[in-house]
C-alpha cells in the first residue's frame, strides 16, 4: 500500500516562475518528511526537511509547508532554474522508525 | 553523497544466477540501509543494518534475498536465483545514526540490476 502519494508524474514550468511538488501521506504516525532530489543514474539527494511540530521550513529557494490535518505538504521553489530539472520524491518517516516511505516521484522541468 | 560507494553500477545477470551488490558505506557510518526502486516506483525499504547485525529486514522478500555487514568490508546484498522480476535499481544509504528519522543518511548511486 502506498502511503506516500506524489499524484503528479510531471511537472513543467518556466525558468524564473515558481515550482510547486505536492505529497499526500496517509498515516498518522509519520512525524518527520523528506524532499529528496534524484538525477538520472544517480542516488537521491536529500533537500530539504520538516518535522510535524512546525509547518514551515525554509533553506534558500526550497520552502516545505506541511498541513498535518490535511496531511499534506508541499515543496516550493522559487526561482526555478533550469538545473532544478530532476525528479523530486516525497519521504516520510515515523519518530519511532527509520525507514523512509518515500511517493513515486515527480518530475521537474524547468525550461529557460 | 559520492562518499557512499556501490558496486557495480551495473550487473546483467540471466535468469537463475546470483546477484551480489556491494555497498561501502560513507567514513564513520556503522548503520546502512538498502532500497529497492522498481520501474516507474518510488525507492521502497529492504533492510537496516548496523555492523554484525541485522537490525529490520521487514522489506526483505521471505526467500532468495539476504543482506550482511561483516565487521571487516562492505555490506553486501545478495539475491539468489535471479528472476525477471528482480530487475531495478537498488541503493544503499548510510549514517552515523539510526533510529528516528535518518535525515542524515547518504545515499549511493544505485546498482542497476537488469535479468535476462
Known amino acids: 500500500d502506498q502511503q506516500v502519494k506524489q499524484n503528479s508524474p510531471s511537472l513543467s514550468v518556466q525558468e524564473g516562475r515558481i515550482s510547486i511538488l505536492n505529497c499526500d501521506y496517509t498515516?498518522?504516525?509519520?512525524?518527520?518528511f523528506l524532499w529528496y532530489k534524484k538525477y538520472p543514474a544517480e542516488g537521491p539527494t536529500f533537500l530539504i526537511s520538516i518535522s510535524s511540530i512546525k509547518d514551515k521550513n525554509e533553506d534558500g529557494r526550497f520552502t516545505v509547508f506541511l498541513n498535518k490535518s490535511a496531511k499534506h505538504l508541499s515543496l516550493h521553489i522559487v526561482p526555478s532554474q533550469p538545473g532544478d530539472s530532476a525528479v523530486y520524491f516525497c519521504?516520510?518517516?515515523?519518530?519511532?522508525?527509520?525507514?523512509?516511505?518515500f511517493g513515486k516521484g515527480t518530475s521537474l522541468l524547468v525550461t529557460p | 553523497n559520492a562518499g557512499v560507494m556501490q558496486n557495480p553500477r551495473h550487473l546483467v545477470r540471466r535468469r537463475g544466477q546470483e546477484a551480489r551488490l556491494r555497498c561501502s558505506p560513507m567514513k564513520g557510518h556503522s548503520h546502512v540501509y538498502w532500497y529497492r526502486q522498481l520501474p516507474e516506483e518510488g525507492l521502497k525499504f529492504m533492510v537496516y543494518?548496523?555492523?554484525?547485525?541485522?537490525?529490520?529486514e521487514s522489506g526483505m522478500p521471505k526467500e532468495r534475498f539476504s543482506a550482511e555487514f561483516p565487521k571487516e568490508g562492505p555490506s553486501i546484498l545478495r539475491i539468489q536465483q535471479v528472476v525477471r522480476g528482480d530487475s531495478a535499481a537498488y541503493f544503499c544509504?548510510?549514517?552515523?545514526?539510526?533510529?528516528?528519522?535518518?535525515?542524515?543518511?547518504?545515499f549511493g548511486q544505485g546498482t542497476r540490476l537488469t535479468v535476462v
Open positions: 543494518l548496523q555492523k554484525e547485525n541485522i537490525i529490520d
Open positions: 519521504a516520510a518517516v515515523s519518530n519511532s522508525g527509520y525507514a523512509l516511505n
Open positions: 498515516n498518522s504516525m509519520f512525524d518527520y
Open positions: 544509504a548510510s549514517s552515523t545514526i539510526g533510529g528516528t528519522g535518518n535525515t542524515e543518511a547518504f
